[in-house]
């Protein structure tokens, strides 16, 4: 039931009835990283959806030899979602901060319960289209806040 809980939080799985959750049940792995661990590294390919049960996560990214810390993600927090529908590398490094225990539910047992239940694929990916879409929303709004004043 923790985890069914925990899955609540996660934004691609909003609105799904506890019945819709527990089918996600058989495909939830668990995995704990120590303190400075590299849990996603940039640049590879992604694998899977992880949910921080404990503990906190560094993301950054690498250009040459900087690294810039993105954001601190929490207990109740996710990272690695476009894995999931996204057959490519990763896009940023993922770093245990302290002692971290995460939910993992890999790309393809998740695309195999998709396929297999169309209504519940349905909900998951509109739930996918309303996060990326806040996420575009969000780097546009930036994108204009950073933009240098240019004079011709």
């Known amino acids: ?33 120590p303190p400075q661990a590299v849990i996603i590294e940039e640049g590879m390919e992604g694998r899977a959806l992880f949910i921080i049960r404990r503990g906190t996560v560094t993301v950054t990214k690498i250009d040459g030899e900087v ?22 590398v990763t896009s940023a490094r993922v770093t245990a901060y302290n002692d971290v225990e995460c939910l993992i539910i890999n790309r393809e047992p998740f695309m195999q319960l998709l396929n297999n239940d169309l209504s519940l694929s349905n909900k998951v990916f509109r739930n996918f ?3 990326l879409s806040e996420r575009l929303r969000n780097t546009s709004s930036e994108l204009v806040t950073w933009k240098p004043d240019i004079a011709f």
Do not use: C, H, Y
Not at 8 to 13: A, D
Not at 74 to 84: Q, T, Y
């Open 67 to 88: 690294e810039t810390e993105l954001v601190k993600l929490v207990a109740g927090e996710e990272f690695g979602e476009m894995s999931l529908v996204e057959d490519t």
């Open 129 to 131: 289209t309303k996060v």
């Open 1 to 33: 039931m923790e985890n069914i809980e925990l899955l609540k939080k996660v934004r691609i799985f909003q609105g799904l009835s506890d019945d819709e959750l527990k089918k996600f049940g058989p495909i939830v792995g668990e995995e704990q990283f």
